[in-house]
């Protein structure tokens, strides 16, 4: 018996280091996605990383070009209160659909401009900068909605086992990070591979 299990815990750690090798991590018990004729791509992201940001053109460049068989999802991780502000207004933003809007604008008031934007106030004051009106902000901004956005954002952060961002996750099976890609510059191109992969897979 103790044979049998040595066995599987070697195939196990080969299989692992073999994922690795390729670029990615694979994720244990594999994530449900939201529409399984579709391949899902996942990005968590935090508005205060600097390497989410410097990503950025790279995921724009790819999302230019993105193959019709993909969602693509921006999914803000959430480990503490700062995190957790800055997903509340991601989420504020996607009820409003002005995410193309004002995302990259965020990212640059936050990274180039050094704002927090973490107080609803100064929150409602970039929002209404981008043409949203004041008392609409405040509604969402405290909408049951956003919260439950929130609280599942912190779920999902711990389920997919992300401890760090940028992290890419290709149909909840596929975990893309910079280290695990060898570098962020290969994170897109990881994704391009697990994607063809996965669609061979896809009826």
């Not at 280091?17 to 791509?41: F, H």
């Not at 965020?106 to 050094?114: E, H, L, M, V, W």
């Not at 996750?169 to 596929?174: A, D, H, L, R």
Request: glycine share 4%; with cysteine; hydrophobic share 45%.
């Amino acid at each position: 018996m103790f044979k049998n299990i040595f066995f599987i815990f070697l195939f196990s750690f080969a299989t692992l280091l073999q994922a690795e090798s390729k670029g990615y991590e694979v994720l244990s018990p594999a994530q449900p996605v939201t529409n399984p004729d579709k391949i899902e791509v996942l990005e968590f992201f935090w508005y205060g990383c600097p390497h989410c940001y410097h990503l950025e053109p790279a995921l724009n460049d790819w999302l230019a070009t993105k193959p019709e068989n993909v969602d693509y999802i921006r999914q803000p991780a959430a480990f503490n209160q700062q995190w957790t502000d800055h997903a509340k207004a991601f989420f504020v933003a996607k009820m409003l659909n002005i995410v193309d809007k004002v995302h990259g604008d965020f990212f640059d008031a936050i990274q180039n401009k050094k704002q927090k934007l973490q107080s609803e106030a100064d929150l409602a004051e970039f929002f209404v900068a981008h043409g949203v009106d004041k008392e609409k902000f405040h509604e969402t901004f405290n909408s049951f909605a956003v919260d439950a956005k929130v609280r599942q954002a912190k779920i999902i952060t711990v389920r997919y086992g992300v401890k760090g961002v940028p992290a890419l996750v290709v149909n909840g099976k596929y975990k893309i990070t910079a280290e695990s890609a060898g570098g962020q510059k290969n994170m897109t191109k990881v994704l391009e591979t697990v994607i063809a992969q996965e669609t061979k897979t896809v009826k």
